[in-house]
């Protein structure tokens, strides 16, 4: 059974207007929590597709709960395929919900490599089965490989690390001696270079490290840029996008591109009379991001930094 606790639930499929018969995408399915939820509202005159890159999210939720995976479209996939994976089909979405956050199932599977909180291999591929990302290097691949320059832009990039390059030169200088298979090894080596002084009790020194090394193992920020634009070419007109990101990074790319969508005229101001003819695409439901409450955190400490964003794609 799965651990994971989803995050905004009601806020995202209430601000995407989720109602019965509507055909919906949750575009992370993850531990299920969000296609449960959505296949509640919709109902059986209503029509669900869930994608996840991980089989074994699949996988669990056909073991967990197979009365609604017979009635909902689970598609092993990159949800960046989603223009594809929605075309096949003969859908128009009203709805597509993606919850970017990585599933407690994952994060707590030492075999992933994803956490430190074990020891396990560094891996770190969100698709281990090789299926849906082609061939994917592991994060030990790219830390036995990469230069000092590579490492450090990938450290400062995806994780906002202040150390990045005096990680990425002890990292160098280690795999020299020994290679680094391991979460812990890997910990150990950045706890090392970043000051006691950096050190708190609420955040570990690797955070960071560990996050890039997954953002970059598995392209998160590309796939990212590449769902927005195929979910607003396929959604329905008056339909809703909403995503919950977790990061600044991701934040970042999904309201840029929301700012974008809603635009329109991209002319110069001094110019008075449009020339481009760009017209914009939809409007940003949420002027500031939804967070999480307070009794959402206390009860699920990883919710903490969840900003919620809803876009409405103009009707024809």
Same mark, same amino acid.
């Given at each position: 059974m799965t651990k994971h606790v989803p995050?905004? %639930?009601?806020?995202?499929? =209430?601000?995407?207007?989720?109602?019965?018969?509507?055909?919906?995408?949750?575009?992370?399915?993850g531990g299920g929590g969000y296609t449960r939820e959505i296949f509640s509202r919709v109902g059986d005159s209503g029509h669900v597709i869930a994608i996840d890159r991980d089989k074994t999210a699949i996988d669990r939720f056909r073991m967990d709960y197979p009365r609604?995976?017979?009635?909902?479209?689970?598609?092993?996939?990159?949800?960046? =395929?989603?223009? +594809?994976? @929605?075309? =096949?089909?003969? @859908? @128009?979405?009203?709805?597509?919900?993606?919850d970017l956050g990585i599933s407690s199932d994952q994060l707590d599977d030492p075999q992933r490599g994803l956490s430190f909180s074990e020891d396990g291999p560094l891996d770190m591929r969100l698709d281990q089965s090789g299926y849906a990302d082609g061939d994917t290097p592991t994060a030990r691949e790219l830390l036995a490989t990469l230069s000092v320059s590579a490492l450090a832009r990938i450290f400062r990039r995806y994780g906002d690390e202040p150390f990045a390059l005096p990680i990425a030169r002890r990292i160098v200088a280690y795999r020299k001696k020994s290679a680094i298979t391991t979460t812990r090894e890997l910990a150990n080596i950045v706890t090392e270079v970043v000051p006691c002084r950096f050190h708190r009790a609420t955040k570990h020194p690797a955070t960071r490290v560990f996050q890039a090394l997954r953002i970059a193992v598995n392209h998160e920020y590309d796939d990212l840029e590449t769902f927005l634009r195929g979910a607003m070419d @396929?959604?329905?007109?008056?339909?809703?996008?909403?995503?919950?990101?977790? *990061?600044?990074?991701? =934040?970042?790319?999904?309201?840029?591109?929301? +700012?974008? %969508?809603? +635009?329109? $005229?991209? $002319?110069?101001? *001094?110019f008075p009379i449009c020339q481009c003819g760009t017209r914009a695409r939809g409007d940003v439901v949420t002027k500031k991001p939804i967070t999480p409450s307070s009794?959402?955190?206390?009860?699920?400490?990883?919710?903490?930094?969840?900003?919620?964003?809803?876009m409405r794609k103009n009707a024809l």
């Open positions: 995050v905004l %639930q009601n806020e995202a499929l =209430d601000g995407a207007h989720i109602k019965t018969g509507m055909t919906v995408v949750d575009a992370t399915l609604i995976a017979e009635k909902v479209d689970l598609v092993h996939a990159n949800f960046a =395929d989603i223009a +594809r994976i @929605v075309h =096949d089909r003969g @859908v @128009v979405p009203m709805a597509i919900i993606a @396929v959604l329905a007109p008056g339909g809703y996008l909403a995503v919950i990101s977790f *990061h600044s990074g991701e =934040d970042a790319i999904v309201k840029h591109f929301m +700012r974008e %969508q809603a +635009r329109g $005229c991209m $002319c110069p101001p *001094h009794g959402e955190i206390a009860a699920n400490p990883r919710a903490r930094s969840a900003k919620l964003r809803i």
